[in-house]
């Protein structure tokens, strides 16, 4: 292969290597370009997103952390603080649904642990095809097996979420989950490296080629050749997760850790350049240390395999053998696999050779795509419609039992009856209400959660229907009773290198941002998916929003449905 | 007649249930186990053994994840 | 009164169950599964959740783990155990309690409020409440199908050893069986988990009256 | 050297997941599948043989409801 062939097969572009050779001043190795490849995916890189992103409104009296860590963190009260973060894992699943739902239920999960919160928590929001075709059902049996398979043995109680149907999500249906954690205000956790010589520390499972290259993946439209590429895929290991939490926990409050990150998508190579990055240090990882689960892998693979149920901390060097005691304790590996340095690298050694070196700020700075944003022409013809010319029906009994039997309004017991919505015993309000309601052990205080998206919406109307979103997720916190403080999000999008799907992801994120405003809602994490394409055509734009709202008195909580003969109804709003 | 079908996790493929029998072995009092791996057992009766393949990659095994050999044996 | 909750590893209402025992009214002590010690408690709650990632079976590995053996033998001094969900399934494995928990026959994991009537209040765990008396209580299971084989059976119920029985039954068991006790009553597994209704800003606490009969059996 | 363990349901237990299996295979176009049973394979690379019989009988197998069988297979 010529380097071309090479830089292309990795998914780069020939602008980005370019970009490459000018930000080193030389031609990169092949490990080093396969960090940059995976560092600039769109998953990890942004570099269609990050422009649009910035219109979000991201601060608030009771935010702690905005966008850019693991999650967001939002104040509660009585020293209790939230960290939330929703995230997607369509492709995956598209592939193999069920571990791809769980290994996306593992992914979540981690990025909550990473803010040092326990995860007690989970949401998920789903859109399949109709349930028509065999395919579909398929993907949507096994996604919520996978969820439930995933988050029930873990022992975090899926609390809430959604599911709708639509031929636009045949063959690429979106699995978003979020999980949100509780947090001792004080107990915040950032993944920034520091302190020249202290350890890395690699907790959890061993590695082995899983998901290379699934970054990349992540970001490429759903063809034949992905499909063959399955051997990627990730298994999740819940069992091992459960323990990697409790430890994670457990070293924290001992005290033992200078800074935490999670091990997701590009594995060490996004952890480690990330934390350097953020803390302005250099990070030298002695590759041959990292556990492998297979034979003969090069340092490359290593480096950017997406092994599960990981995470990477910077330890003190006096304290790594009581970290590592404790690994031991909870069953889950814990290797010393590097340092933090002087300079602001992030360095590949094996056995004392250095095989790559990339300034970390360099992965960091992944090319930015901006686009202009031309509305697209099938707008006009959607929105020629007149509602008005639907006939007035006969029937308006039959239209009624038609509708409560359409499988996008029908009840959702059969799928949340498969998922532990209890367990942590902080429930209140259990799934089937507008949102879920959880108290706060200990307190007075609760929080709800909920999450909403609406594809065909913001398909006919982008901006109109972002904000929709936005309020419907309000309206779902309002009507538990909670006051909504803030906001997740995860941009499930098709291709921004078409004209509809940039105008689409611009006028959403637009309309989104104006509802944050309004509502003094502040988006404080979030997570793109783009090119969700298939030969059949893009998904519709569907952003998904999950909100969190607290409660100083979680005793008065509301639940829908009628209480009591002879109560009066009342209808509110226009 | 009877046909037996054997589905184990592909090479290189996560095998969280072997990984964590075998962990827990030694502690439990058995030592001397290297690797443990855990697939499925399939017995079925079949008229014939033409589609037995078949099933296999359509639905007794996951080819994204698991790999399958199945031989007759009565 | 000092009740125990093992932790197993992988174990996910053990945190729940030291809650509710703290409900009760009583001093909680975490028992860890590697030390073969009880720490001198009064009684042991074995926990639900997926011990050892229910791998290979439920309760499988977990059977062996170190604070079994002093387990077994507290058991069968007739101190007073209480498997839960998970925990009864270990139970079992550990041949303390007779018979085994199959996948739910429609092979779902099935997480509901069902209704039980309490069949007898010959055990530490129901001496509180009245036999023929319902409790609503939540299920959280994958394998909660009990078995045993028509002799056991047959004898379970001629030793009034069923402890609760679903009013609906959620995942096919034997003679809609929900509780068992073992030979000297004193060892008893349910599958629903008293521990998630043991507080009314949940909406119930109906569970105390199974997780407070140990405290009455004890005169306390 | 490794061993090859099969677990399978008792005669008489019920089996939901071959019964669900067997149920299925009509409709994806596979006749003729008159029983299916659905069990566990473990497969260990272990030092020696002595004490995997124990093993079968105490960890791998219930013998409530589940009978084994074990071979050496290199
Ligand atoms: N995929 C799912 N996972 C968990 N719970 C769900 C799911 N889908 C729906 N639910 C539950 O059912 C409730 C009602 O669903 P739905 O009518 O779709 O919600 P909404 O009130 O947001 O329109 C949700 O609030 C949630 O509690």
């Given at each position: 292969m010529n380097i071309q062939e090479t830089y292309s097969a990795l998914g780069l572009s020939d602008g980005e290597y370019e970009r490459i050779l000018g930000l080193m001043g030389r031609e990169p190795n092949y490990l080093e370009l396969s960090l940059f490849s995976v560092m600039w995916s769109e998953h990890c890189g942004y570099k269609n997103s990050r422009p649009l992103l910035r219109r979000f409104p991201n601060e608030g009296p009771r935010v702690l952390q905005g966008p850019g860590e693991n999650a967001g963190v939002v104040e509660v009260g009585d020293g209790w603080a939230l960290a939330f973060k929703m995230e997607s894992h369509n492709h995956p699943s598209a592939v193999e649904p069920y571990e791809g739902a769980a290994t996306g239920v593992g992914g979540i999960i981690r990025d909550i642990l990473a803010m040092g919160a326990r995860p007690v928590a989970l949401l998920d929001s789903l859109r399949f095809g109709p349930l028509g075709e065999e395919r579909n059902r398929y993907l949507f049996r096994e996604v919520v097996r996978g969820i439930g398979g995933y988050g029930n043995a873990v022992g975090v109680p899926t609390v809430g979420g959604e599911v709708e149907f639509s031929p636009a999500y045949s063959g690429n249906p979106l699995v978003n989950a979020m999980c949100v954690g509780l947090i001792r205000v004080e107990d915040l956790m950032r993944s920034r490296a520091t302190g020249e010589g202290n350890a890395v520390v690699l907790l959890g499972s061993k590695t082995g080629r899983d998901g290379i290259h699934g970054a990349t993946f992540a970001s490429d439209e759903l063809t034949e050749e992905s499909e063959s590429r399955r051997s990627n895929v990730q298994v999740g290991d819940p069992f091992a997760e459960k323990m990697l939490i409790e430890c994670c926990l457990e070293l924290l409050k001992q005290d033992l850790l200078v800074s935490l990150q999670d091990l997701g998508a590009a594995g060490i190579t996004s952890s480690a350049s990330e934390m350097a990055a953020s803390g302005g240090v250099g990070i030298d990882i002695e590759v041959e240390k990292v556990p492998r689960r297979e034979t003969g892998m090069e340092p490359w693979e290593v480096m950017i395999s997406e092994s599960q149920e990981r995470m990477l901390a910077v330890v003190e060097p006096e304290r790594v053998d009581e970290a590592l005691a404790l690994a031991e304790r909870y069953g889950i590996g814990g290797t010393v696999v590097g340092r933090v340095a002087g300079h602001g690298d992030l360095r590949v050694v094996e056995n004392g050779e250095v095989v790559g070196t990339v300034p970390a700020e360099h992965l960091a700075d992944a090319p930015v795509y901006e686009r202009e944003v031309v509305r697209p022409a099938y707008l006009d013809e959607v929105q020629e419609f007149d509602v008005a010319e639907i006939p007035e029906p006969e029937d308006y009994n039959e239209v009624l039992l038609k509708m409560l039997s359409h499988p996008n309004l029908r009840s959702r017991r059969s799928i949340y009856s498969q998922y532990d919505h209890q367990v942590g015993t902080d429930t209140v309000v259990l799934p089937g209400a507008d949102a879920a309601v959880m108290r706060i052990k200990g307190t007075k205080r609760g929080f709800a959660v909920t999450t909403d998206g609406r594809g065909r919406h913001c398909y006919l109307d982008p901006r109109g229907g972002g904000a929709a979103t936005v309020a419907e997720a309000y309206r779902n916190l309002s009507c538990v009773g909670a006051e909504p403080v803030a906001v997740t999000d995860c941009l499930n999008f098709g291709s921004p290198e078409k004209r509809a799907g940039y105008y689409q992801l611009a006028e959403c994120i637009e309309g989104m941002s104006e509802a944050c405003e309004a509502f003094g809602t502040p988006v404080v994490s979030g997570n793109v998916s783009l090119f969700n394409e298939t030969d059949r055509g893009p998904i519709y734009p569907t952003p998904t929003v999950g909100m969190v709202g607290v409660f100083e008195d979680v005793s008065r909580y509301a639940t829908p449905g009628f209480k009591r003969e002879g109560d009066i109804v009342v209808a509110i709003g226009r | 007649m009877k046909v037996r079908v054997l589905v184990r996790p592909k090479e290189g493929i996560l095998d969280p249930q072997g990984e964590a029998v075998r962990g827990a072995l030694p502690a439990l009092g058995f030592g001397g186990v290297k690797t443990v791996h855990i697939g499925r057992l399939i017995e079925m009766e079949v008229?014939?053994?033409?589609e037995v393949d078949a099933m296999c990659r359509r639905l007794l095994s996951n080819p994204t994840i698991e790999e399958y050999e199945w031989e007759v044996v009565s | 009164m000092r009740i125990g909750v093992t932790v197993f590893p992988g174990s996910n209402c053990d945190r729940d169950a030291l809650y509710a025992v703290e409900r009760m009214g009583a001093e909680p002590v975490g028992l860890w599964h590697a030390e073969a010690d009880l720490k001198g408690v009064d009684a042991v709650i074995v926990p639900g959740g997926f011990s050892y990632g229910d791998y290979l079976r439920p309760g499988a590995i977990a059977r062996f783990a170190g604070v079994m053996g002093p387990l077994e033998e507290f058991a069968n001094e007739g101190g007073p155990v209480l498997g839960v969900c998970n925990g009864f399934q270990v139970l079992c494995e550990a041949h303390l309690l007779p018979g085994a928990l199959l996948q739910n026959t429609h092979m779902r994991f099935v997480c509901d409020r069902v209704r039980v009537r309490v069949e007898t209040t010959g055990t530490p765990w129901t001496a509180g409440g009245e036999v023929g008396e319902e409790l609503t209580l939540p299920v959280a299971h994958n394998e909660g199908n009990y078995f045993a084989d028509a002799e056991t059976l047959a004898r379970l119920e001629d030793e009034d050893r069923v402890v609760l029985r679903y009013v609906e039954n959620p995942n096919g068991s034997a003679n809609d069986i929900a509780g068992v006790c073992s030979e000297g009553r004193n060892v008893v597994g349910v599958m629903p988990h008293p521990e998630r209704v043991s507080d009314p800003a949940l909406g119930s606490d109906e569970g105390l009256k199974i997780l407070r009969s140990v405290l009455v059996g004890a005169g306390v």
């Open positions: - | 008229e014939s053994a033409d | -």
